[in-house]
């Protein structure tokens, strides 16, 4: 009797190991390909998108790789990029004027990730 209760106890223990190790590989699978696409959207960020504001960017148009692998990686990526001015403040500072306009650059991939990027100009 003492060894079938020592056997279902560690039937139960492996199991709970077994379930605890598959729950972390999904967190760090899903965390690495949540860094992949947050590494896409650098990407897209580090070009210069003066012209491309308020429209999709594919990585596969921006970037040229002879690599097939990497070429294909990025065929299906698509950023959606939105600019929109939030703030415009004029100062007036010892007779001189100036004007600080204050932009967001929003770049998504798909609803879950998302960055802002906060810009600020002066005109004097």
């Excluded at 020592?6 to 999904?26: E, G, H």
């Excluded at 860094?35 to 921006?62: A, C, P, T, W």
């Excluded at 306009?101 to 802002?116: P, Q, V």
């Amino acid at each position: 009797m003492e060894v079938i209760i020592a056997v279902v106890m560690l039937s139960v223990v492996m199991l709970t190991l077994l379930q605890i190790k598959s729950d972390s590989i999904f967190l760090v699978s899903k965390s690495n390909e949540q860094n992949k696409l947050r590494d896409y959207i650098q990407l897209v960020v580090n070009i210069d998108n003066e012209n491309k504001k308020n429209e999709n960017i594919f990585l596969d148009k921006s970037y040229r790789f002879k690599n097939d692998d990497i070429r294909k990686e990025f065929k299906d990526i698509k950023i959606k990029v939105k600019s929109e001015q939030i703030n415009s403040k004029d100062y007036s500072f010892n007779s001189v004027n100036f004007k600080i306009i204050t932009n967001e650059n929003s770049y998504s991939i798909g609803d879950d990730i998302k960055k802002n990027i906060y810009t600020f100009k002066i005109e004097l």
